[in-house]
């Protein structure tokens, strides 16, 4: 059975970092398509960032060039870098284990889900 658990939120001003981690168990990281969510209060959960097994990496436009993706096989954890924070950012942020399709360019959530952590950003 796959359990993921993230960590690393918190509350933090607008332009500040924050690093978020998801550690897997019942799955290796190197071998899935991974990928971040977050949902804001009353919205749906936006897919955030994806991970491929082969190393491409896609990102919603609002976060391009401010976070980062990225996995540590040797820890079997994903992260989320996230740098240059805004207000709208503020969300629960997931990790997920999924399918990504390249030529499609479009992620399949599976269905297993951590706790998520929670991010502040304050203006």
């Known amino acids: 059975q796959v359990q993921l658990a993230e960590s690393g939120g918190g509350l933090v001003q607008a332009g500040g970092s924050l690093q978020l981690s998801c550690v897997a168990s019942g799955l290796t990281f190197n071998a899935v398509d991974i990928a971040w969510y977050r949902e804001a209060p009353g919205k749906q959960r936006e897919l955030v960032a994806v991970?491929?097994?082969?190393?491409?990496?896609k990102y919603t436009e609002s976060v391009k060039g401010r976070f980062t993706i990225s996995r540590d096989g040797a820890k079997n954890t994903v992260y989320l870098q996230m740098n240059s924070l805004k207000p709208e950012d503020t969300a629960v942020y997931y990790c997920n284990v999924g399918t990504f399709i390249s030529y499609t360019q479009k992620y399949y959530a599976g269905t297993s889900w951590g706790q998520g952590t929670q991010v502040t950003v304050s203006s």
């Open positions: 991970l491929s097994t082969g190393g491409y990496t």
